[in-house]
Structure formats: C-alpha cells, structure tokens
C-alpha cells in the first residue's frame, strides 16, 4: 500500500508566506516613495530659492551704484511666487564695503523645509 504524504495546510502556508513577502514589497515601495517626494519637494524650493536670489541680484545690479543703500536694501522683498513656494521665507542682503568703491553684495534666501528645518 502507497503512503502519501502529508501535505495538510501546505497551501495555506505557501498563501501567508506569500502575503507577507508581498506586504513587506508594498511597505519598502511605499516608503521610497516617500523619499522620493520629499527629495522632488526640497529640489524645487531649491531651484526656485536661487531663481529668486538670482532676480534679486540682477535687479541690484541694474540699479546705479549710488542707489544701493541699506535703506534700499532693507525695502527689498522675495516675490509672490516665491513666497508662495518656500514655506516662512525670509530674504536677507547684506552689503560689505570692502574698498573705496568695492562693495560685496550678498543675497541669502532662508526657508522652512521640514518642521524644525531651515533651508538656504
């Protein structure tokens, strides 16, 4: 007489393994996914950041030399757009008198990436 094998519940376990296998898959994908956003997100404040710090500068470069005071400088403000994309943004200019007629211009744009993060 052939003995068969037990085979009881095989199926069923075959069933849970593969579920778990495809939970786990579905986890790991999701929270790629995840980063991938955040990372899309961060490089677009960044991209519009240095748009804006780039209009800033060509806006003081096309004024007259003389022009360019603090009080000037102090009026200046980021445009709708990009306050409207860099979450509590803020625009801070600074101007070195290194020489007679030399000054440094610095345009730094600062924002809120993430809870408790400044970006900038």
């Known amino acids: 007489m052939k003995r068969t094998p037990k085979t009881t ?6 069933t849970i393994m593969a579920m778990v296998l495809t939970m786990a898959l579905i986890l790991g ?39 360019i005071t603090m009080d000037h400088l102090s009026t200046m403000t980021l445009s709708k757009t990009s306050s409207a994309s860099l979450p509590d943004a803020k625009l801070d200019v600074d101007v070195v008198e290194e020489e007679d007629d030399v000054r440094r211009i610095c345009v730094r744009i600062d924002w809120c990436s993430a809870p408790g993060q400044r970006s900038g």
């Open 9 to 14: 519940g095989f199926i069923l376990y075959e």
């Open 29 to 67: 994908i999701t929270q790629l996914l995840t980063i991938v956003a955040q990372q899309s997100r961060q490089a677009c404040q960044y991209a519009v950041a240095i748009q804006e710090a780039g209009n800033q500068m060509e806006e003081l470069v096309a004024r007259n030399w003389h022009e």
